[in-house]
């Protein structure tokens, strides 16, 4: 079962996305910790999405949620330019503060957050973004 909604690419809509992970991960029987990963991971990805990727343009992230075996799975949808996180160097974080490119510990908190992370470019040429998590 794949429970799924679009949502407009907007920031004051992340807590409905947040929202949206956590109840429906809990109908799937998710685990509180589970649930805790991907509702900041989903966070983490869908604020890139509508800050880099849509820079402010109208657009929608679609999310769905399903339980296959024993993990939990998301996939975020858009329309906006490509961009493949997983290509995404991690950030050094054994440089001092003051030493670091300001950014890219969003990637690197999503990838830490969930046990697998997928990009693929749809057919009709959509990010698709998939997380999964154990769901216990």
Same mark, same amino acid.
């Given at each position: 079962?794949?429970?799924?909604?679009?949502?407009?690419?907007?920031?004051?809509?992340?807590?409905?996305?947040?929202?949206?992970?956590?109840?429906?991960?809990?109908?799937?029987?998710?685990?509180?910790?589970?649930?805790?990963?991907?509702?900041?991971?989903?966070?983490?990805?869908?604020?890139?999405?509508? #800050?880099?990727?849509?820079?402010?343009?109208?657009?929608?992230?679609?999310?769905?949620?399903?339980? =296959? *075996? $024993? @993990?939990?799975?998301?996939?975020?949808?858009?329309?906006?330019?490509?961009?493949?996180?997983?290509?995404?160097?991690?950030?050094?974080?054994?440089?001092?503060?003051?030493?670091?490119?300001?950014?890219?510990?969003? #990637?690197?908190?999503?990838?830490?957050?969930?046990?697998?992370?997928?990009?693929?470019?749809?057919? =009709? *040429? $959509? @990010?698709?973004?998939?997380?999964?998590?154990?769901?216990?």
């Amino acid at each position: 079962m794949s429970v799924m909604v679009s949502f407009p690419a907007r920031l004051e809509n992340l807590d409905k996305m947040r929202n949206f992970i956590a109840e429906t991960g809990k109908s799937l029987y998710a685990g509180g910790d589970c649930l805790e990963c991907l509702v900041h991971a989903v966070d983490e990805a869908a604020s890139n999405t509508i #800050i880099h990727g849509y820079k402010g343009r109208p657009g929608e992230i679609e999310i769905a949620v399903s339980r =296959e *075996g $024993d @993990n939990l799975v998301v996939r975020m949808c858009d329309q906006a330019p490509h961009f493949n996180p997983i290509n995404y160097p991690m950030p050094d974080l054994t440089l001092p503060l003051k030493k670091r490119p300001l950014g890219g510990l969003g #990637i690197y908190f999503i990838r830490n957050f969930t046990d697998d992370v997928r990009y693929r470019m749809t057919s =009709e *040429g $959509d @990010n698709e973004l998939t997380l999964v998590k154990k769901a216990f």
